[in-house]
C-alpha cells in the first residue's frame, strides 16, 4: 500500500503568512506542518510516500525531506480530487491512503490503515468528532443511517451530525478513474467529497471515528494557533491517565497549592467544578465523545479515580487526596469515574463547558466487568443516571 500526502492548494486563508511560503512548511511548535502527516503516515506503516505540492516549493519539501520521499507538482490549485490524479503512475495498481498534509491527529491512525487493508474493496475515511456548530459548517459532514454513511454534505449550513470527515482518505486503484469522471465544482475545482460520495452510491464506503484530538491547522489563522497550542502541551494525544504531584507551600498562616497552569495541560481549562461527595459514593463511569479531558483533584478526603479504555479494555486507578496530594488528567477518550473513599470534597477542570441543550454525557455501568475490581465497595451509593444498565 503506497501513501500521498497533498501540500498544494494557495493557502489564502493563512494569508499573509502564505506569501513567503507553502503552508505546509510553516511551523507547527518545533516542525514543519508537513511533517507530521508524513509521520502519520509512516507509523501505519506506510513506506512508499508521494508529495504533492504546487507553485515553486517542489524544491523546498525536497530540501526538507531529500530522495526519502516522491515528489509531484500540481501546477495550479485545482482542488483535492485533482492533487491526488497527479499520483496514478505512483500508485499503479496498489492501494493508496492519502492525508491532507495540513491535518494534525494526535494519536495514531495506524488503525484505520489496518481496517482498510482487510476491506475487500471500496474506500474507508477517518471521521473526527466536532463540538462547534459554526465549525461544522466549514467541513465535510457525513449523514450517518444505520451505520452507513448515506451522503456527505460540504459545508452544510444544518449539519446533520458532529462527526467531520476528516483528512485521512483510503482508496483501492480505482479512485484514479473516479477522478477523471468528475466535473468540476461551482469554484471551479475537482473535489475531495465528490470522490467519497462517488463510493457512498456505490456501497462502497466505510469509516472509522477518531476518538482522540483531530486539528486542521490550515483551516484559518485561529485554527492554526489552536493546533500549535495544542501540539505544544504535554500528553498530546495521550491515551492514558496522568498523575501530576502537587506540592503545598506551607507557613504559619496555612498552606498554597497551584493547582494546575493552562500551558501545562492539554487544552484550556473553560469550566471548574466542585463536588461533595460521601464515603462510599461512586459518580461514574461517564465518557465524553467529542474529548472533553478532565483534571481531578481531592481537596478533601481520599478519593479513586478509575478510567477506562473503552477500545483495547486497559483500566487504570489512582488513589489521592489524603496521603497522596497529587491531581490526575484524564484524557477524553477514557470513561471515567471516582469513588469516594472517605467523605470527599473533589475539584476538577474540564476542557469544554457543559451544554444541557447538547450534553456530551454518556455512560457505562460502575460494574463493568473490566473495572469493577477496582472499586473498594460492592454497594456503591450512586446517582438515578449511574445506577441504570447504560
Known sequence: MNGVGLAGGTGSRLDPRTRITNKHLLPVYDRPMVVYAIEALREGGITEIMLVTGGEHVGDFRRLFGDDLRYGNQERAGGIAEALGLARDFVGSERVVVMLA????????????????????????????VRETEHLRHLGIPRIEDGR??????KPQDPPGRLAVTGLYCYEPDVFDVVDGLAPSGRGELEITDVNNHYVRAGKLEYDV?????????????????????????HFGSDRTRPIPLRRYEDDRGWLVEIAR????????????VSFSRQGTIRGLHYHERGQDDLFVCLQGRARVVALDRDTGEAFSEDIGDGNFA????????????????DVLM??????????????????????????????????ILSERDSSPS
Open 210 to 234: 477518531f476518538e482522540g484530538y483531530w486539528g486542521d491547522a490550515g483551516e484559518s489563522i485561529d485554527a492554526y494557533y489552536e493546533v500549535i497550542e495544542r501540539v505544544r502541551r504535554p
Open 262 to 273: 493552562t500551558s501545562g495541560l492539554p487544552k484550556p481549562i473553560r469550566q471548574t467544578n
Open 327 to 342: 491531581a490526575v488528567y484524564v484524557p477524553g477518550n477514557l470513561a471515567h469515574g471516582f469513588e469516594a473513599l472517605t
Open 347 to 380: 475539584l476538577y477542570h474540564v476542557s469544554e463547558e457543559y451544554d444541557a441543550a447538547d450534553p456530551d454525557e454518556h455512560g457505562l455501568p460502575w460494574g463493568d466487568p473490566r473495572v469493577v475490581d477496582l472499586w473498594s465497595t460492592t454497594s456503591p
Open 102 to 129: 495540513d491535518n494534525i491527529f494526535g494519536g495514531p491512525i495506524a488503525g484505520t490503515i489496518r481496517n482498510f487493508e482487510q476491506q475487500q474493496e471500496g474506500a474507508r475515511v477517518l471521521l473526527a468528532h
Open 149 to 154: 454513511i448515506t451522503e456527505i454534505l460540504e
